[in-house]
């Protein structure tokens, strides 16, 4: 049976956002035995191992030239900048507002995207997104903690936001060149380059660390950064970088349920609206208007069929 590509990158979409929820998990767990630059740096390498073992079964070889500029940025920013400020400002504020502020990324992608790439920004994408931001906006703020928060902590996750947005913007012209794979490889090893300042910091936070809080890292590093960045490159090479932006917003409400399941941390009824307002977004954000069927061609009665000559 033949999947249409559509449907293929809506469940690439689909992957990516469950990883990246379950990442919020992971890292509360690894965040309590790892500094912020040593976690970013095992992950990194975990994921650059996994896609390059990978890489050399797929034979594939190394980027085109015209996709490295796009590459080394994402590289920079979002593997690499993106998570050493996202696991030091969460940190220094509680999960709520940090998924708050983090949040605002979609947003930037979608104005970022409007001006640099020349994306569309139809009335249902931006009123999805309202109505996610709305959701997100309402599980911080339920989520928040009294004084959890912290004028450093905020900053550092308002960079985490605009890193992720430069980030995916960087990335999608790199997709039109290179493929899903061999942009997140390389993103990822960029990344791990740029980490490498942290590797005395990881030698030294591994050797004390528990295994429980190893074994999240590596989780980190396979999946959702390997499996979940090659999907999600894979989705937006597809569509427009504003869609799958809004897209993300899915995730608060997954860190909510996850969180619920697995942490036993119940969430009240004011988190759990604001979750279904973040999918409820994210459904308007990627529905298409119905177009009208195609008029029918008007046939010609008895009367207009001329009369055969004789």
């Known amino acids: 049976m033949n999947v249409s590509p559509s449907r293929l990158a809506a469940g690439a979409a689909t992957v990516t956002v469950l990883l990246w929820a379950?990442?919020?998990?992971?890292?509360?767990?690894?965040?309590?035995?790892?500094?912020?630059?040593?976690?970013?740096?095992?992950?990194?390498?975990?994921?650059?191992?996994?896609?390059?073992?990978?890489?050399?079964?797929?034979?594939?070889?190394?980027?085109?030239?015209?996709?490295?500029?796009?590459?080394?940025i994402s590289g920079l920013l979002w593997f690499g900048?993106?998570?050493?400020?996202?696991?030091?400002?969460?940190?220094?504020?509680?999960?709520?507002?940090?998924?708050?502020?983090?949040?605002?990324g979609p947003i930037l992608i979608a104005l970022l995207s409007a001006r640099l790439l020349g994306d569309a920004m139809p009335p249902r994408l931006l009123a999805g997104m309202a109505v996610s931001f709305a959701g997100a906006v309402t599980v911080g703020l339920s989520m928040s903690g009294d004084g959890g928060s912290s004028v450093l902590g905020v900053v550092l996750c308002l960079l985490a936001a605009g890193a992720y947005a430069a980030g995916v913007v960087a990335q999608k012209p790199a997709l039109g060149a290179a493929s899903a794979l061999q942009a997140t490889t390389f993103g990822c090893l960029?990344?791990?380059?740029?980490?490498?300042?942290?590797?005395?910091?990881?030698?030294?936070?591994?050797?004390?660390?528990?295994?429980?809080?190893?074994?999240?890292?590596?989780?980190?590093?396979?999946?959702?950064?390997?499996?979940?960045?090659?999907?999600?490159?894979?989705?937006?090479?597809?569509?427009?970088?504003?869609?799958?932006?809004?897209?993300?917003?899915?995730?608060p409400a997954l860190v909510v349920l996850m969180s619920w399941l697995f942490l036993q941390?119940?969430?009240?009824?004011?988190?759990?609206?604001?979750?279904?307002?973040c999918l409820a977004g994210v459904a308007v954000s990627r529905s298409r208007p119905r177009t009208p069927p195609p008029a029918p061609e008007p046939h010609a009665t008895p009367e207009q069929v001329p009369a055969a000559e004789s």
């Open 265 to 277: 941390e119940v969430p009240g009824p004011v988190t759990l609206a604001g979750g279904a307002l």
């Open 22 to 72: 379950s990442a919020f998990v992971s890292i509360r767990s690894a965040g309590a035995a790892y500094a912020p630059g040593a976690l970013a740096l095992g992950r990194l390498l975990a994921g650059a191992l996994a896609l390059g073992v990978i890489c050399l079964l797929r034979r594939e070889g190394l980027p085109p030239r015209a996709a490295w500029r796009g590459i080394a």
């Open 190 to 251: 960029v990344g791990a380059v740029a980490c490498l300042p942290f590797a005395g910091q990881l030698v030294h936070d591994a050797a004390r660390a528990p295994v429980s809080a190893t074994l999240n890292m590596v989780y980190l590093g396979v999946f959702p950064t390997a499996l979940a960045f090659t999907t999600w490159a894979y989705a937006l090479a597809r569509t427009t970088a504003s869609r799958m932006g809004a897209t993300t917003y899915a995730v």
């Open 81 to 104: 900048f993106y998570m050493v400020v996202l696991n030091w400002g969460e940190q220094q504020v509680d999960a709520g507002t940090a998924a708050l502020v983090v949040n605002i």
